[in-house]
C-alpha cells in the first residue's frame, strides 16, 4: 500500500472538519501571507509556553519527535529545491567542509563551510571580500575560543533559521508580528516571567527526561550567575521550537507556488519529487527509530539524535552566507 493510498482517507477528513468553516476560514485559505502569519503568531505561543512551563520536555521531546522531520526540511528547502546541489564549487568549496563537520561537529569546520559558500557565490569580488574578512575574523576567534564559539552557535543558530525565513519573500507588514513575538518573548524570558509559571508546573523536573535541570543548564547555560543561567536555557528552549515551527511550517508555506494550501497527498507527491521514494523511506524509518529509541529511553535517543544532525547548523550558516553574498532571494 502506497503512502498516497494512506493518506488518502487523512485529506477525506481533513476535508470533512473544513468544510462548516469554509467561508470562515476563506480569507486564511486564500492568503498566504495571513495564513502565515496567524501560524507563526500562533506558533511563537505555544512555543513561549512550552519553555516557561515545561522545559525539559521541551528539550528532551523536540529533537526526538521533530528533529529528523526538520534535518529533511533543511535539506530540502536549502540545497535540493534550489539546485544547490548542481553547483559544483559549491559542493567542493562548501559540501567538504561540512563532510567533515558531519563526522566531527566543530565551529571552525562550520565557518570554513560558509567561506566555501562565498567564494563560490555568484557575486561581485568587493562584496566577497568583506564577507570573508569578517567569517576569517570568526573563524580566528572560534580557533582561540572552540567551547565559547560553540556555545555561541548553539544560541544563534536558531535565530539564522528564523533570519533565513524572513530573507525568504518579500514580508507583508502583518509579517513583522512574528520576529516581534520571538523578541518580546525573549525580553519576557530574561525579565523573569518564566520562574513562577515554572514553580506553579513543577517544571524545573522532567520524569524520563535523563537530565536534570541543573544538568541541561550546565550543558546549554553554563554561565556563574545562576539568575542568568537559567534564563538563557529557557530562550534556547523558547527559540529551539521557534526554529522547529520555521522550518516545519513557516518556510513549506512560503516555498509553495500556489498559495493556497495543498492536501496531504500533494505535499507527499512534491516530497517524492524532490527526493526519490528510496531516500524518503530511510529518512522515515531514521524518524521511527529514533522516535522508538525514545520510547525506551528518551535522554540516549536525543543525544544520539544531536550528535548525528550536529552538522545542520552549519548548513544553515553557510546557506546564509551564500544568499549575503549574492543578495537575492
Known amino acids: 500500500m502506497t503512502p498516497a493510498v494512506l493518506l488518502a ?3 477525506s477528513l481533513r476535508s470533512a472538519l473544513l468544510r462548516p468553516w469554509g467561508t470562515s476560514l476563506r480569507p486564511l485559505l486564500l492568503s498566504r501571507a495571513r495564513r502565515v502569519g496567524w501560524i507563526g503568531a500562533f506558533g511563537v505561543t505555544v512555543a513561549f509556553a512550552i519553555a516557561c512551563g515545561f522545559p525539559l520536555w521541551g528539550l528532551a521531546l523536540g529533537p526526538v519527535v521533530l528533529g529528523v522531520p526538520h534535518v529533511l526540511a533543511d535539506l530540502r528547502y536549502l540545497v535540493v529545491r534550489p539546485g544547490l546541489h548542481r553547483r559544483a564549487p559549491l559542493l567542493v568549496l562548501a559540501g567538504l567542509p ?6 566531527e561537529p566543530r565551529v571552525e569546520l562550520g565557518l570554513l563551510a560558509a567561506a566555501g559558500a562565498v567564494l563560490a557565490a555568484r557575486a561581485g569580488w568587493l562584496r566577497k571580500a568583506l564577507l570573508l574578512g ?10 582561540n575560543h572552540g567551547f565559547v564559539a560553540q556555545l555561541v552557535l548553539l544560541h544563534v543558530h536558531n535565530l539564522i533559521a528564523l533570519g533565513l525565513w524572513w530573507f525568504w519573500r518579500k514580508r507583508s507588514r ?4 512574528i520576529p516581534l513575538l520571538c523578541a518580546a518573548g525573549t525580553i519576557a524570558i530574561f525579565a523573569g516571567a518564566a520562574e513562577p509559571v515554572l514553580n506553579l508546573t513543577g517544571g524545573w523536573s522532567g520524569p524520563a527526561t535523563g537530565n536534570t535541570f541543573g544538568e541541561e543548564v550546565e550543558t546549554y547555560a553554563p554561565l556563574q550567575t545562576p539568575g542568568l543561567a537559567l534564563r538563557l536555557l529557557l530562550a534556547f528552549v523558547f527559540l529551539q521550537a521557534v526554529h522547529y515551527l520555521v522550518w516545519l511550517r513557516l518556510v513549506p508555506e512560503d516555498d509553495r507556488a500556489r498559495p493556497a494550501p495543498r492536501t496531504f497527498t500533494a505535499s507527499w507527491n512534491a516530497l517524492r519529487s524532490d527526493f526519490g521514494l528510496l531516500p524518503l523511506l530511510g529518512v522515515g524509518a531514521a524518524a521511527l527509530l529514533v522516535a522508538l529509541w525514545g520510547a525506551f529511553d528518551l535522554a540516549a535517543a536525543r543525544d544520539g539524535y544531536l550528535r548525528l544532525a550536529g552538522f545542520h547548523g552549519y548548513l544553515e ?7 549575503l553574498a549574492e543578495g537575492r532571494r
Not at 134 to 143: D, K, Y
Request: charged share 5%; proline share 3%; hydrophobic share 85%.
Open 317 to 323: 550558516l553557510a546557506v546564509g552566507a551564500l544568499w
Open 134 to 143: 569578517v567569517l576569517g575574523g570568526a573563524l580566528a576567534a572560534a580557533w
Open 98 to 103: 561540512l563532510a567533515f563537520a558531519a563526522l
Open 174 to 177: 502583518a509579517a513583522w508580528l
Open 9 to 11: 482517507p487523512v485529506d
